[in-house]
């Protein structure tokens, strides 16, 4: 499909790299960033039939989280048995790399073809920094793909704010209501940059005024805490007195997902208790949106909430089965008064 005839994605990333923590006392913060495995597929599997339009919060260049690199992330269903699998083998004594990727060569070859579409498709981005709890074969790929960004051209990204101001410019083509889905990855950058956003409030608000699905995955549903704001006319920020997102549910990282990072993942401090400054399921409640709950955190947890036209998961593993209910979505007939 030509360039022209295409159709259009709003591809939200989140920025910002360094991720604050409430404990322990003088370590601030540990590095992070987006979550590739959490985007990848969608870019595959629409890249032939849509435009993308690169956007984060503040139109910075986001920063790739080097720990959403690992190989058990790839595995989607089996991602908590691959998991323990994986952390069992690397702990041994004679851990040996070649052999551990020769072992789940399927997991390493999607890891690749997801590293190829990121050059393709974002070309440039930064790099998080190795950290002490951090998968080794993941920091084993680390002075390769940094070395691999380094040869990539830079794109722009959009800011949330030049996107409400295009949009509302009426010498400006640039239409909100011209975009079949926008989509947001995770990893711990939507801790940083998309909560609490009036900017990105008002592009969520636009985008469900017409029709728009709004997908997000893992960390990425933190984003509906800034539909409890909207921008007026004048570029000032208000706050909603009856919010439309307010009781949607969604599917997000429990809590006890982020407990398992803080305690023995790689956001783990070594010898120290640590602790984020919160939680994505709380923020959430507090904003008035509620989460999904599993028993299982691994489960795939696939949610569409047709009043906000709002589809989401709980983590990597379900990003290929959130990328069939978008393909579904957006090729249904629209219903009766539903705008698209």
């Known amino acids: 499909m030509s360039g022209m005839n295409k159709r259009k994605a709003l591809i939200l990333i989140p920025s910002g790299g360094d991720l604050p923590l409430a404990e322990p006392a003088g370590v601030a913060s540990v590095s992070i960033g987006f979550y590739l495995v959490e985007l990848a597929e969608v870019l595959r599997r629409f890249q032939d039939t849509h435009e993308f339009t690169l956007a984060t919060p503040d139109g910075s260049v986001p920063q790739l989280d080097i720990n959403g690199t690992a190989l058990p992330y790839h595995a989607l269903a089996d991602l908590a048995a691959t998991t323990g699998q994986a952390r069992q083998l690397q702990a041994a004594a004679e851990f040996d790399l070649a052999a551990y990727r020769d072992r789940y060569a399927t997991l390493a070859a999607r890891r690749e073809n997801e590293l190829r579409l990121l050059e393709r498709h974002l070309g440039q981005v930064e790099l998080s920094a190795v950290l002490p709890g951090t998968d080794k074969d993941a920091a084993a790929l680390h002075p390769e793909l940094a070395a691999r960004l380094s040869r990539m051209p830079r794109h722009t990204y959009l800011s949330a704010r030049q996107i409400v101001e295009r949009h509302r410019d009426p010498a400006d083509d640039f239409d909100l209501a011209g975009f079949d889905f926008v989509h947001a990855p995770g990893g711990h950058a939507p801790m940083i940059s998309f909560r609490d956003d009036p900017w990105v409030g008002e592009i969520l608000h636009t985008l469900r005024d017409n029709g728009v ?128």
């Open 213 to 340: 699905l709004i997908s997000l995955i893992c960390h990425a549903p933190v984003i509906l805490t800034s539909t409890r704001f909207r921008i007026d006319r004048d570029g000032n920020p208000y706050e909603l007195a009856d919010n439309p997102f307010a009781g949607t549910t969604v599917s997000t990282v429990p809590q006890a997902a982020e407990r398992a990072a803080e305690d023995y993942g790689y956001l783990h401090v070594p010898g120290k208790q640590t602790r984020l400054t919160y939680y994505i399921d709380e923020a959430l409640e507090q904003a008035g949106i509620h989460n999904l709950h599993k028993p299982n955190p691994a489960s795939v947890e696939v949610h569409h909430e047709p009043t906000t036209n709002v589809l989401s998961t709980n983590g990597p593993q379900g990003v290929d089965a959130l990328a069939d209910q978008i393909d579904k979505l957006i090729s249904a007939p629209a219903t009766p008064g539903q705008q698209r």
